[in-house]
């Protein structure tokens, strides 16, 4: 572990955050904000956590294992339970990965305009919200009295085609799902 200089790239994302300790050989149990494990846990992957200012503490990744759905990881340095007890709430961060051509980054869509098959702007993208399943919160082009935001979900039917280079989205939404829209 060492602590890094703010040279450190700041596009980091969220990969987990640390629970409880495992044993007495430093081992922790963690909370998954990634659809990735296998990878951001593998033997020699870097994490950070977030210190003071701008300064980032690296992790590696010693080992790391499932057991009963969930995942445990040791880092280099953590030798003991007290220290790994220690680290209990540490949210870690990993750099971005390389996606496919068809993957995207939630941060990635926020901005983006969402427009219909007639190229008419519905709105803008302000959210992501992730939960059963992940929706598109736009902010309305054309806000009715009483709805200026909603809430669309992030399926293939419904946004069949995304334009980083653009900054669109085309989005198809059935009758009544979006507050004046195709009504």
């Known amino acids: 572990m060492n602590v890094q200089d703010p040279q450190q790239p700041q596009e980091l994302l969220r990969v987990c955050r640390i629970g409880k ?9 963690v909370e998954l904000y990634t659809d990735e494990p296998d990878v951001r846990f593998a033997p020699g992957e870097v994490l950070y956590a977030k210190e003071a200012g701008d300064a980032l503490r690296e992790f590696v990744v010693a080992s790391s294992r499932t057991f009963k759905h969930r995942w ?3 880092f280099e340095g953590i030798t003991d339970r007290n220290a790994s007890e220690a680290l209990r709430g540490t949210i870690l961060y990993g750099e971005p990965m390389d996606l496919d051509d068809d993957e995207f ?4 869509l926020i901005g983006l305009k969402a427009m219909d098959a007639q190229g008419n702007e519905i709105g803008t993208v302000v959210d992501m919200l992730e939960g059963a399943q992940w929706l ?12 200026s935001t ?6 293939e039917p419904i946004i069949p085609d995304i334009d980083l280079e653009a900054g669109t989205m085309l ?3 059935p009758g009544g799902l979006i507050p004046g829209y195709g009504a």
């Open 72 to 74: 445990y990881v040791r």
């Open 105 to 108: 980054y939630p941060k990635d």
């Open 21 to 29: 300790a495992q044993g007495l050989k430093g081992e922790v149990s």
């Open 171 to 173: 989005v198809t939404p």
């Open 150 to 155: 909603c809430l669309i979900p992030f399926v």
């Open 136 to 147: 598109v919160k736009l902010r309305l082009t054309h806000p009715t009295d009483a709805e």
